[in-house]
């Protein structure tokens, strides 16, 4: 059974910055996918950033230019930079992963971005 653990989501106040965790509980390699979804209040689910096992990456919509998503191949664990947060950033973070048969999902980590 995979696990995806997420972990690093907290309160912090509009321009700053927090770094989210997904650690797995087997190599990452064995996804073609890992990505970040997020989940605000009242709202659907949606892609923030992903990442392939071959090194690409997509950010959507305002997530560009402010995030970065990346991993630590011998921890089995992807990152999420989050820079010059907004309060409309503010939801619930899943990570996301991929594989040929299967779709797994964490937890969630809430990040709140307010004054």
């Known amino acids: 059974q995979v696990q995806l653990v997420e972990s690093g989501g907290g309160l912090v106040q509009p321009g700053g910055s927090l770094r989210l965790s997904c650690a797995a509980s087997?190599?990452?390699?064995?996804?073609?996918?890992m990505g970040w979804y997020r989940q605000a209040p009242g709202k659907q689910r949606e892609l923030v950033a992903r990442?392939?096992?071959?090194?690409?990456?997509n950010y959507v919509g305002s997530a560009k230019g402010r995030f970065t998503i990346s991993r630590d191949n011998a921890k089995n664990t992807v990152y999420l930079q989050m820079n010059s947060l907004k309060p409309e950033d503010t939801g619930v973070y899943y990570c996301?992963?991929?594989?040929?048969?299967?779709?797994?999902w964490g937890q969630g980590t809430q990040v709140t971005v307010s004054s």
């Open positions: 990442l392939t096992t071959g090194g690409a990456t």
């Open positions: 087997q190599s990452i390699f064995s996804f073609n996918v």
């Open positions: 996301n992963a991929v594989s040929p048969t299967v779709n797994y």
